[in-house]
């Protein structure tokens, strides 16, 4: 019985020393230049009172908010120039708007002035420059251009 127990202790720290091998990270930079933009939405709040049907400690329900996609289509990529260009209608208002940047890319980051990609602010300007960075340090600055309805 002692020697079934001791091979059975053998066998279980022998598997856990060799669990403790050093590891391999991925190597994502071998895919490349992945700093590319595939599509661009703007987005604004939408409110709606008691929707979540969630309380406030005093018992007041709670407001509702969700993401509202003004964009029209998808937006016009262009890899050559790194420029993607989005439509909106020409009532939007970008004063309370925010970006939604789909990629490939391992981070973005605002250049300059640009606003925080997600995040609502005043997009009146209508022309933002983001730097993309792949896995490998490929980086490109993109501009994201805002178009009205024709």
């Not at 050559?80 to 970006?99: K, M, Q, Y």
Request: charged share 25%.
């Amino acid at each position: 019985m002692k020697k079934n127990i001791l091979i059975l202790y053998i066998l279980v720290i022998g598997g856990v020393l060799s669990a403790c091998e050093p590891r391999i990270d991925f190597d994502e930079g071998q895919w490349g230049d992945t700093a590319f933009i595939t599509n661009v939405n703007i987005f604004t709040l939408q409110a709606d009172e008691h929707e979540l049907q969630e309380f406030f400690e005093n018992g007041e329900l709670t407001p509702a908010r969700r993401r509202l996609i003004i964009s029209t289509g998808n937006a016009v990529i262009e890899d050559e120039n790194f420029t993607a260009t989005v439509t909106v209608p020409a009532s939007a208002d970008l004063t309370r708007a925010g970006i939604i940047i789909n990629h490939q890319s391992m981070r973005v980051e605002p250049v300059g002035l640009s606003p925080v990609a997600g995040i609502i602010t005043d997009l009146s300007d209508r022309e933002f420059i983001y730097k993309l960075v792949s896995a490998d340090g490929t980086t490109h600055d993109w501009v994201i251009r805002i178009v009205e309805e024709e």
